[in-house]
């Protein structure tokens, strides 16, 4: 089978932004929308008089007491939010089955098999346990090597109980919902792409399919919760409904839901909507302090999470307007982040200039707050919001027009490698990635080739998104100029420029900086715990630190279950048979970095290399040879030094 050509089932199974089908959104506005009158929210629809304010207010804590018992869960929608949710949320509560459940067969399919769908790091540990029950473990108390005497605890064994499973994946919506206590809504919200408010309104196509079939089959006083992001709305169904946004972040998404910074509860403010807050909120209790369990006006909630999305997307598209000045002046972008963001006021994050921000969230939440603004006649707001999303573009648009000046404004008889197809690091998701725009202009251009790499994308799935955003024409299989790659090195080889569009740290060439998504230092020994029994947090912690002191182990704890067969003719396993890589071999060989040197030596003669991530140390590339731009950084000239003004 040609590698690079999708398998039948696996070219259905690709993440993409579902088609908005008929206009069924709202208009956000509270007036115009029959679901949003007065009754709803009890007096309230004006959103200032919220019940809590701060953290879980005494209003919930009193209706904790009579909180209904919390025994079975229902999660509809299988995707990028619902999948980890569900299971970080089965891990810490092995009291609770928790059912996911998706239209999508496939998906299913998937997750039910050692190729879960999306690639997250330690989901799969989390998914083991939790689909598959583990079994009963034990370990060293204290640290390896720890002495004798040793005051900590550290002497003895700690046993871990084995666990039955209690994640469940199916299609059988009917039956989850109707079993449940608690449902929670996790389908796609994409934006609309035409009808009413095309282009910016949030396509309630999907939720609002999913909750006539919840109301339809939930038992009365079943708590609905909205994980999907929405922009004030109120399903008309006779159910208590809470907001639950979801703040967690590709790449980074199983971190997140461990050590979420905040959980948002929004309820309505009457005592039903409190007890069913006070449920939900016993369920999180289970791992996250009580202390960041924030519970608001349902409104509140929903507007917020909007509002954290745009603010962050706002930052980007501010660092990346100020590195266009950098680049015209010869100051440098980084350095002007890190001296603005040593103001505790301003902050370090989200200031990483480059082509701009990617991903299924961001420019839809902001577009859907722009469409809320204009359905609220509040142009100046509207305009406001949506200059975050023209920077953006800006952004990238500026990126392509200095790779054409350098490369004298012609890519005819030329090869262009792009490095990177998904909107981020450590994830194979591609929704809106700006790679995919750069690829698109870049074919304009008429190139000789087109090599695309990416460390985590199954090249299949880039192959089938390209030939579909561009035609199939562009694919070298049909004559066309795209070849997209396995092999970094195939990849670059003979090319006259390559462009880096994903910050994977594969490429960099220095030290990564911490933080979350950033490259996790070596784990150290976490024993001895401060609990007699572990949590499930710290095992998994553990299991870390051993798998770096015994590499090649896949479980050191010796918990894990057998990953359940796959069926004879899984396309899965066909496709990695067929390019020659499995999960866990691609997994060892992500964590290893390019090396320029090789790409310099196979490279046309001209070595450019345009950065439109901030990844790269362009002094050490300038040292191997290599010809480097980056935006808002440096620049290089003919006379062989860098220009502080090369715009
Ligand atoms: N992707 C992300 O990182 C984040 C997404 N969100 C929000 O969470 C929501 C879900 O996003 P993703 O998980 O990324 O979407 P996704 O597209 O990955 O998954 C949605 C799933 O819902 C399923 N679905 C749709 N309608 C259904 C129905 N009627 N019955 C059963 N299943 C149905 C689809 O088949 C799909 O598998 C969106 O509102 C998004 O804005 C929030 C925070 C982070
Ligand atoms: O609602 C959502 O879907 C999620 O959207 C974002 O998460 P995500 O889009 O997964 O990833 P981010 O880390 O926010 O990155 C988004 C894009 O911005 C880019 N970015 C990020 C940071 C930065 O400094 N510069 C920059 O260009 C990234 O490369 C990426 O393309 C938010 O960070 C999450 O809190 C939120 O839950």
């Not at 200039?353 to 142009?379: M, N, R």
Request: charged share 20%; glycine share 8%.
């Amino acid at each position: 089978m040609d590698p690079l050509s999708p398998s039948p089932l696996e070219a259905d199974e690709f993440v993409t932004l579902d088609d908005s089908t008929a206009p069924t959104t709202p208009d956000g506005s509270l007036s115009f929308s029959p679901q949003l009158q007065p009754q709803d929210v009890g007096g309230y629809v004006d959103g200032t008089s919220m019940i809590n304010r701060g953290s879980l207010s005494s209003d919930v804590l009193v209706a904790a007491a009579q909180a209904p018992l919390v025994r079975n869960i229902c999660c509809v929608g299988a995707g990028f939010v619902g999948g980890p949710t569900a299971a970080v949320i089965a891990l810490h509560n092995p009291q609770i089955r928790v059912t996911v459940v998706d239209r999508d067969e496939k998906r299913i399919r998937r997750w039910n098999s050692r190729h879960p769908p999306i690639y997250e790091p330690s989901l799969d540990d989390i998914l083991r346990i939790t689909r598959d029950g583990s079994r009963e473990c034990a370990f060293i108390s204290g640290r390896a090597g720890c002495v004798s005497g040793c005051p900590s605890q550290c002497e003895g064994q700690t046993r871990v109980a084995a666990r039955e499973p209690n994640l469940v994946f199916t299609t059988d919506l009917a039956k989850c919902v109707s079993e449940a206590d608690i449902v929670l809504i996790a389908v796609n919200t994409p934006t609309k792409t035409r009808g009413n408010g095309a282009g910016a309104a949030t396509d309630m196509a999907a939720f609002e399919a999913a909750t006539a079939l919840i109301a339809q089959h939930a038992r009365p006083n079943t708590i609905i919760v909205e994980k999907s992001t929405l922009a004030l709305h109120r399903p008309d169904i006779p159910f208590p409904v809470l907001s639950n946004p979801e703040f967690l972040a590709a790449g980074t998404a199983v971190h997140d839901l461990l050590h979420a910074d905040r959980i948002l509860i929004g309820s309505s403010p009457t005592p039903a909507g409190s007890r069913a807050a006070a449920a939900l909120a016993s369920v999180y209790a289970s791992w996250i302090p009580a202390s960041r369990i924030i519970t608001t006006h349902v409104f509140s909630s929903e507007l917020a999470k909007l509002v954290s999305n745009a603010m962050l997307a706002q930052r980007i598209s501010s660092i990346n307007s100020i590195a266009a000045v950098c680049d015209a002046t010869g100051a440098d972008v980084d350095e002007v982040a890190r001296a603005i963001g040593a103001d505790p006021r301003i902050g370090g994050q989200f200031l990483r200039a480059g082509i701009g921000f990617g991903g299924s969230c961001f420019k839809k939440d902001v577009l859907s707050l722009v469409y809320l603004a204009e359905t609220l006649i509040l142009p100046e707001v509207a305009a406001y919001w949506r200059a975050v999303v023209e920077m953006n573009e800006f952004a990238r648009e500026r990126f392509v027009a200095r790779v054409m000046r350098k490369l004298n404004n012609t890519l005819a008889g030329k090869k262009v490698a792009v490095l990177g197809y998904a909107f981020k690091k450590d994830t194979n998701d591609t929704r809106e990635s700006p790679a995919l725009g750069i690829i698109h202009a870049l074919l304009e251009e008429g190139p000789r080739e087109l090599a695309v790499f990416d460390p985590l994308c199954v090249p299949a799935q880039m192959t089938h998104e390209i030939g579909r955003f561009a035609g199939e024409g562009v694919l070298q299989r049909y004559g066309g100029p795209v070849a997209v790659h396995e092999d970094v090195y195939a990849a670059c080889r003979g090319a006259d420029a390559v462009l880096i569009t994903t910050e994977f740290d594969e490429f960099r060439n220095g030290p990564v900086k911490g933080g979350k998504g950033g490259e996790a230092a070596s784990p150290a020994d976490p024993r001895p715990f401060e609990r007699a029994e572990p949590h499930e947090t710290d095992l998994l912690a553990l299991q870390s630190y051993l798998r770096q002191t015994t590499p090649g182990t896949e479980d050191p704890l010796n918990r894990f279950n057998p990953t359940p067969p796959c069926i004879e003719e899984c396309p899965d396993c066909q496709l990695e048979r067929s390019v020659g890589v499995t999960g866990e071999s691609k997994d060892q060989r992500r964590k290893e970095r390019v090396d320029w040197r090789k790409i310099y030596q196979h490279m046309s003669p001209l070595h450019w290399v345009f950065d439109g991530r901030g990844v790269l140390d362009v002094s050490a590339m300038e040292k191997i040879g290599f010809r480097v731009e980056s935006v808002g950084r440096r620049s290089w000239t003919m006379d062989n030094t860098y220009s502080s003004r090369c715009i």
